[in-house]
């Protein structure tokens, strides 16, 4: 199985990428993550929300492999704790699909992009920065792939 996290927003601070690749690494080759950059929708003053989150979704999908299970990333998502995602990752593996980690950009995802996904994951009800995101998302991956196979990196 592999993951893919597709997140709107390029050229990310160097602690972003090496917080991301430490992560990356300790993972195994049947549970790799691999992070692609969807670049943003150009804002201006008077550009609508819904018009960019719309371009970013075009960009999103045209990423998208047809039979991945998408998770859209979104405050409103459900919450899990790491033993949730663990189990959830699990099934994953079960189904024996790869995984799309939807992230968007500054406006969130698109509504039709977020209808796409079988499931809608909550890192936080709080408003992370993107950034941020990415490097705790591939911690929590780490972390629910230690709680499958046992090893104590979780305790």
């Known amino acids: 199985m592999k993951l893919r996290l597709l997140a709107v927003g390029t050229r990310m601070p160097g602690w972003v990428e090496e917080g991301v690749a430490t992560y990356r690494k300790r993972l195994p080759r049947d549970f790799a993550l691999e992070v692609e950059e969807i670049a943003p929708a150009r804002r201006g003053k008077n550009t609508p929300a819904d018009r960019a989150r719309e371009q970013e979704a075009r960009r999103i999908g045209e990423r998208l492999k047809g039979d991945e299970h998408l998770v859209a990333l979104e405050v409103t998502g459900k919450p899990w704790t790491t033993r949730q995602l663990s189990r959830q990752a699990e ?30 994951w909550s890192l936080s009800p709080l408003t992370l920065p993107h950034p941020l995101v990415r490097v705790i998302l591939a911690e929590q991956l780490y972390r629910a792939w230690t709680l499958m196979v046992g090893h104590p990196y979780h305790r």
């Not at 968007?104 to 509504?111: K, N």
Request: charged residues 25%; proline residues 7%.
């Open 91 to 120: 099934d994953w593996r079960m189904q024996g699909r790869d995984v799309a980690l939807l992230v968007g950009g500054p406006d969130g995802l698109d509504p039709a992009l977020s209808a796409r996904a079988q499931s809608a």
